[in-house]
């Protein structure tokens, strides 16, 4: 028997059903499918021969899915009803007790939340392959000089290790962001019903055991509505996306004849349909890309929970496919940024080059005029004084005459020519945190470290 007098509209049919997507869930619906049953038998809701049977045909389809043999039928609106459905099939009537004391609305709850967990795990793997390789190439590349820029202008000049342990240090901070996500999936919506609870005296506690979470939702109502978790992970993977698309356009940048500081390996770039001299970094050009795909996802489900009001609606539908979207971007962009960077290579001398221009050195000119007691912004002006007839004549600033030093910086003298000859104003960096040997190397130990405490 129906509520409704007649059937669906074909094309509502096609705008309400979810199995072509939501067919990924399978494996966790089985699961935790199975733990429900067990719980069912120790609260003597159904007879032990109803759950050995209700396992049985449980098992079958698992093995159907695993095999790549399991049907969806035009009628299964999502993969939940196409479980229930074949789970008759296989049992008969006592696969109908299979819904016993649950809600397709704390089911679907929880296999995201499972889902959720799972996948942030993966992300934290990959988080930890890419941020080994990360200080692998900074220990190779331990002293190689390089300028560093900001407003995409030469600045002040680093370490090429220094520089890659900044994206170490941003992709631990998204280590942390799928741990919260992990924390975020704890408690289990399972049990919760349709919005308000069962009518069985269920041991929700029991079943968040055997599915190896920490606790229970407290409220039915926040338990089928909640979809934070997902927003979580989505905001998780974009801030990471994001990390991976700066990276990957300074790549795109070094690789360029323009800078000539690197160039990706063959398996990583690909040609020209025309121009049979281009090598192009198209992988790092994708990583690029993918940023604002996984950040339009978070957007999306933004615009999903808007103002929703509780509990279930099925707005809610539209969560799974920018969640697992993203979800399969962020791997497979995690993965590819990896092995792009074990076989990337860099041109030592072209970086020590752009990273020997002694305008790079006017910070430092400005600092040996404050420990000779000018207020640094006066010494500020003076060295930008410099710089400009440097510029203007087109000469380097240790190309100045000391009649000119004389005129524009009498406080300097000869050891203004000194500090610019022996380029070791890298060097000067000794704050903690700073770009000087001794200060990259200890930062160096403090990633070993949090690598070691990230995989206790």
Not at 81 to 92: D, F, K, Q, S
Not at 217 to 235: G, K, P, T
């Amino acid at each position: 028997m129906s509520r409704f007098s007649s059937p669906q509209d074909p094309r509502f049919r096609a705008l309400n059903s979810s199995v072509s997507f939501d067919y990924r869930l399978a494996p966790y619906d089985l699961e935790q499918s199975r733990a429900h049953v067990r719980m069912l038998a120790r609260c003597q809701i159904i007879e032990p021969d109803d759950m050995t049977e209700l396992e049985r045909g449980l098992e079958e389809i698992r093995a159907e899915i695993d095999g790549d043999r399991f049907q969806v039928l035009p009628e299964d609106e999502d993969v939940h009803m196409a479980i229930e459905r074949r789970l008759i099939e296989i049992v008969g009537p006592v696969g109908g007790k299979l819904q016993t004391a649950r809600s397709r609305n704390d089911q679907v709850a929880t296999d995201l939340a499972m889902f959720v967990r799972a996948h942030s795990l993966n992300a934290q793997e990959a988080l930890l392959d890419l941020m080994r390789g990360l200080v692998d190439l900074a220990e190779r590349h331990l002293d190689w000089q390089m300028p560093g820029y900001t407003h995409l202008q030469r600045a002040q000049p680093v370490y090429l290790s220094h520089h890659l342990l900044a994206y170490f240090w941003k992709f631990r901070r998204d280590l942390g962001r799928f741990g919260f996500c992990m924390r975020a999936t704890d408690d289990l919506p399972l049990g919760a019903g349709a919005l308000a609870g069962v009518n069985f005296e269920t041991s929700r506690m029991s079943v968040a055991h055997d599915l190896s979470f920490q606790g229970v939702v407290e409220n039915s109502i926040d338990a089928v509505s909640n979809r934070d978790f997902v927003i979580d992970y989505l905001s998780a993977a974009a801030t990471c996306a994001t990390h991976l698309s700066q990276l990957a356009s300074e790549i795109v940048l070094w690789s360029s004849e323009e800078f000539g500081f690197c160039e990706v390996s063959d398996g990583f770039a690909s040609g020209s349909s025309i121009m049979p001299q281009k090598k192009n970094p198209d992988a790092a050009e994708l990583l690029r890309a993918k940023a604002p795909r996984v950040a339009g996802g978070l957007v999306a489900l933004h615009g999903v929970l808007h103002a929703l009001p509780l509990t279930y609606n099925k707005d809610l539908q539209e969560d799974k496919e920018h969640l697992f979207d993203a979800v399969d971007t962020l791997e497979l962009s995690l993965a590819a940024a990896s092995g792009m960077l074990e076989e990337i290579s860099f041109d030592r001398e072209r970086l020590a080059t752009a990273a020997q221009d002694d305008l790079l050195g006017a910070t430092d000119v400005a600092d040996l005029l404050v420990r000779r007691g000018v207020p640094f912004r006066e010494s500020h002006g003076i060295v930008a004084g410099l710089v400009r007839r440097a510029v203007e004549s087109g000469r380097q600033l240790s190309e100045l005459t000391e009649d000119e030093l004389g005129e524009l910086a009498p406080q300097l003298g000869s050891e203004f020519y000194e500090l610019l000859s022996d380029g070791g104003w890298i060097e000067s960096k000794v704050s903690e945190g700073g770009t000087s040997l001794a200060r990259v190397r200890e930062q160096l130990a403090r990633a070993r470290h949090a690598l070691e405490e990230a995989t206790r």
